[in-house]
């Protein structure tokens, strides 16, 4: 199958799943979609845009009463069909970054996906078993790959339903910890960050960003890392 044929199918499957109210979110309905249809094999760049969806939801408010009931008549199915992976869905956002380069000024080294393996790496060092806080440490800049100006935010939104609160935390707050290490930011903010719970991780998390722009350094690859993660959340009884 073409990938314009492909990326249309995921655009039609992304709206149903939408029109028939199994999923409300445009990016959760299209990684469900994609599932279904093509599994990992799909290029997360390839993924349809909101527009195309929208475009094919407005297709489907045209179509004829007997169209209309099959629609509702699959809605049992897909919801159980499109049950989505966690891991898939990570992988699906992170792969884009590949193809991300900040300034050089800023940050003269590794794509970001590469800087966020590294930045896995030196947190798998320092604290092997907390699957929470590894997830923030490979999923802190997902962000990147979808809106630069406001990463965080954008981040948390691809990834709202995925992460724990704790792992969300982490990653709100990341780029704001680097002002505590720089002397940047306000006594409020220090001290309410300060007070978080997890502030000695969101403190670790920040060095291993700041340490994770280093050219040539050995890093596990995506899928290593994921299956890393997997087996964890495994062990853990998930």
């Not at 009463?65 to 992976?85: F, T």
Request: glycine fraction near 6%.
């Amino acid at each position: 199958m073409s990938n314009d044929k492909l990326r249309r199918r995921v655009a039609w499957e992304a709206a149903r799943l939408m029109y028939t109210r199994a999923e409300r979110e445009y990016l959760r309905a299209k990684l469900k979609a994609v599932r279904r249809l093509a599994g990992a094999a799909f290029n997360p760049s390839d993924l349809p845009s909101h527009r195309e969806i929208r475009d094919a939801l407005e297709a489907m408010a045209r179509l004829s009463p007997e169209e209309h009931a099959d629609l509702l008549r699959d809605r049992a199915g897909l919801e159980e069909e499109s049950k989505v992976d966690r891991f898939q869905v990570y992988r699906m956002l992170l792969l884009p970054l590949e193809k991300v380069r900040e300034g050089p000024r800023r940050h003269p080294g590794p794509d970001v996906l590469e800087h966020s393996l590294q930045v896995f790496d030196l947190v798998r060092d320092q604290r092997p078993y907390d699957e929470e806080f590894l997830l923030a440490a490979l999923l802190h800049d997902v962000g990147k790959g979808i809106e630069p100006k406001d990463h965080e935010a954008a981040g948390l939104a691809a990834l709202d339903g995925w992460i724990t609160p704790r792992t969300a935390w982490l990653i709100e707050h990341h780029t704001e910890a680097h002002g505590l290490r720089d002397g940047t930011i306000g006594v409020r903010a220090r001290r309410r960050l300060e007070a978080a719970e997890d502030f000695e991780e969101l403190e670790l998390l920040s060095a291993c960003d700041r340490a994770g722009h280093a050219p040539g350094v050995a890093v596990p690859d995506l899928d290593e890392a994921l299956d890393y993660l997997r087996e964890l959340a495994r062990s853990c009884g998930e």
